[in-house]
């Protein structure tokens, strides 16, 4: 009599799925990549005396940043429900919540997307900040000038150097067949252009300070011409809201006779007189005038956009490293989401057609996303708290 003998086969390894070992090692790989950036931030915050810690200043905003922590944990948890629905094979309620995940990630993005753009909109970008006063007044007559470039092309256009559009904008002033509206246009380029030279000058032989130049900055953003039951005036607004104005200018030759430098926030002018509500005063010649408001309208801000572009001057003390590792971080922690909404992406695509074969990858998906919340809850402290604290 034969007896036969089976004998188990033996299964080598780790008792979890191929899938599953691969994501634990990738996100191993992971764990060795943020470590990396997190430890060189550690090591250039504590090595930076002087770090910018002022939200202000970095416009870092912490409870945009909270808000997306809140939102971050909230799609774990949808992760973990689906999962768990995809387990009791109750395929419906498991896409449900992956959409809600997809969702939620998506919110995310848009907040670091408005965060980004706050960035972008003060040029709080790598290799953009200037660290030192001379460095920030560089900067503002470097924009000035780009931006007097563009408005001269779009006056001028053509491929001719600046100086030669100079000359034709001016010889197109003094012609008779330039229409009215054209030649003020025209006008207002000029009266820029030569408060831009005297800027540059005095910067050149550093006679102006860093406060100076903001101020002078200011105040030709808030010359406007407006509107009055005399005629059209020249004028700057006061913090008050009053109205200064600079006066008709003369031009002889391309010169104006009258300085036009707009009233600032260190004016003060003990004739100025008191208002009562639903007046205005204006300042014409050193003489003021006051004048019930619905006699008075602002018609436009002249410089206020072609100064758009000009951002205002703020020397931030290792501005650069900072940004360079806020970006570096922060978008490698964004490019991580948009994978992981992929991921939940291809699932989703399935909608009706999900089944138990999607098991191990939703489950996969997870760990990947669970890892991802885990990055940011130590971004979060590292760049938004501690350098408050």
Not at 38 to 57: A, E, K, R
Not at 349 to 374: A, C, I, K
């Amino acid at each position: 009599m034969s007896h036969s003998h089976h004998t188990p086969t033996v299964k080598m390894g780790l008792p979890i799925p191929n899938s599953k070992l691969g994501m634990w090692l990738f996100l191993g790989t992971e764990i060795m990549f943020f470590t990396a950036f997190i430890g060189s931030y550690i090591v250039l915050y504590f090595g930076s005396p002087g770090w910018p810690t002022d939200t202000h200043v970095t416009h870092i905003n912490v409870i945009a940043g909270g808000i997306n922590t809140f939102v971050l944990i909230c799609s774990s948890y949808a992760v973990v429900v689906a999962h768990e629905a995809m387990g009791q094979r109750n395929f419906k309620r498991a896409w449900a919540w992956l959409a809600g995940t997809f969702v939620l990630a998506c919110v995310f993005l848009g907040i670091k997307g408005l965060e980004y753009k706050g960035k972008f909109d003060h040029d709080i970008l790598p290799g953009h900040i200037a660290e030192t006063d001379q460095q920030a007044i560089d900067k503002v007559v470097n924009e000035m000038n780009l931006a007097l470039d563009d408005w001269l092309n779009e006056l001028i256009p053509g491929e001719e150097p600046p100086h030669a559009k100079r000359i034709a904008l001016i010889e197109e002033i003094e012609s008779d067949e330039t229409d009215e509206s054209r030649k003020e246009t025209l006008k207002d380029f000029r009266r820029l252009d030569r408060q831009f030279n005297q800027l540059r000058d005095e910067v050149v032989d550093n006679k102006l300070t860093l406060p100076q130049v903001t101020h002078r900055l200011e105040d030709l953003r808030h010359i406007a011409y407006i509107e009055t039951i005399s005629g059209k005036v020249m004028v700057g607004v006061f913090d008050d809201g009053t109205l200064g104005a600079h006066g008709h200018e003369e031009e002889d030759h391309g010169e104006a006779h009258s300085e036009t430098h707009a009233p600032g926030a260190g004016d003060t002018d003990p004739d100025r007189p008191q208002l009562a509500e639903g007046q205005v005063a204006i300042r014409t010649d050193g003489e003021w005038t006051t004048l019930p408001a619905d006699q008075v309208t602002t018609k436009y801000f002249l410089y206020q956009d072609v100064l758009s572009s000009v951002h205002h001057p703020q020397p931030i003390l290792y501005g650069n490293i900072f940004a360079s590792t806020y970006f570096l971080m922060t978008g490698f922690h964004a490019i991580h989401v948009l994978v992981g909404m992929i991921l939940f992406g291809l699932v989703l695509m399935q909608g009706p057609r999900l089944n138990e074969q999607w098991t191990d990858w939703v489950e996969n998906s997870g760990l990947y996303w669970h890892f991802v919340d885990l990055v940011w809850i130590f971004l979060f402290p590292l760049l938004y708290i501690i350098p408050g604290i």
